[in-house]
């Protein structure tokens, strides 16, 4: 695909997309409106529509001059993986992966929001997922679901127990799966329920073959756990087994194993935790990479703006070839090759997505802490890529990181025996 882009200025300052967090933007006018193609937000009021008019507005003035060059829309040739794999597909290898492990496994239901709930509708709707599912005061050896109380309702001492290598514990809120009268509520929450339990059962066992995903044999990849300050490693040793180890910053702060400290990663943030820009780290047939984000955000092609422009019923979303044509760079798991680093961005699955997009994918770099990326050495980076194109991380969409980082996380949260 062509991944179009904004720069002003350099090639690496792109045209940034407001991003919201954890929160949806406002209804209001001009460049912070949602990006939305329907009636009521015509394109010409979104923010992508209002960067687009800026730029025109610029170009138009500055006509023959040099900022005209300054302010175009970069392209840049990007490989693309995941373009024919649909969002059902891959959701359905995760719910068949889940289905055929708990066919014959038992599962406790545990009310741990002292209100003394029915739960008994919640072991009816595993019913047919489980081989047993049961109620029970506190947890016990094997698969838990505890309904809690969010943070913000419960004034005790925290009741959120931690899994351990006997003992699988998946927290679920009271509000995402009990109506008020008792009844079930939030299917797909429990359903990811279901699926967390079964990625813990895997850090437990170290492997990954009930999730049905593979891994990449002698590949390294380490997270540092800044609340904690230690370095979570996970090696594979074939496609479906890996080994885990950690290093304590404070305990074996000249550990070997550890390269963050090696590197020299680390730096002291406000909390004065000793934090990482790096995401995760990669060792492959023996070089380190760094995965981070950068200050880049994929932009749609312009001519969207101009299509919708002529027709404002346009709907781009409807088909595979639209989203190829003024999506790219939104859309599937995106990389390149660019002055010695390997950059890519991860959107949204979409062969004839029926949403709306918010906002600018971000676009993330890979370093090599040995010296600049050839493209011979680029490939096995885009094979570590391809571990992106799984859906059990982000329930029902891609990752945007490669899926040993969930790995990782849930060693760092589990007493886990090493």
Known sequence: MTIRQCRKMTDDCYLKAPLY?????????????????????????????????????????????????????????????SAEETSMKLNKRVTR???????????????????????APVAEYFADKTAEATCIEQVKEGFNIVVVLPPKDYNGKDPYQRSNSKCLIQHIYQDNCLKKNGQIKGKSALDNSLKELLVKYCVVNRTVKPLQ????????????????????????KDEETFELAKSNQLLDPLSENNPFIEHGLLWEDKKGRMTSDYELLARIDGELYGIKQSELRTMPNKSLYYKTIEDPEFRYYRNKTGLD?????????????????????????????????????????????????????AEKIYRMLKM????????KDLTVLPYPLKLLKEAARIEIEL
């Open 213 to 236: 995903v593979k891994g990449m044999p002698n590949a390294e990849f380490h997270y540092w756990e800044k609340g904690t300050g230690t370095c979570w490693s996970l090696k594979f």
């Open 97 to 119: 992966a889940v289905a055929d492990f708990f066919k014959d496994k038992k599962v406790h239901l545990v009310d741990q929001t002292r209100k003394e709930l029915d739960l």
């Open 21 to 81: 967090k954890n929160e949806k933007p406002k209804a209001i006018d001009g460049a912070m409106k949602n990006f939305a193609l329907d009636k009521n937000t015509p394109f010409d009021h979104s923010k992508y529509g209002f960067a687009y008019q800026l730029l025109s507005s610029f170009n138009s003035c500055y006509e023959g001059t040099d900022y005209v060059s300054k302010l175009s829309f970069k392209e840049v040739k990007a490989k693309t993986i």
């Open 388 to 395: 992106t194109e799984v859906t059990f991380v982000k329930y």
């Open 325 to 377: 044509e003024y999506m790219s760079g939104i859309v599937y798991e995106n990389h390149w090759l660019e002055n010695g680093r390997v950059k890519y961005n991860v959107g949204k699955i979409g062969r004839g997505m029926q949403t709306t997009i918010d906002k600018g994918s971000v676009v993330r770099i890979i370093n090599s802490f040995s010296g600049d990326i050839l493209e011979e050495e």
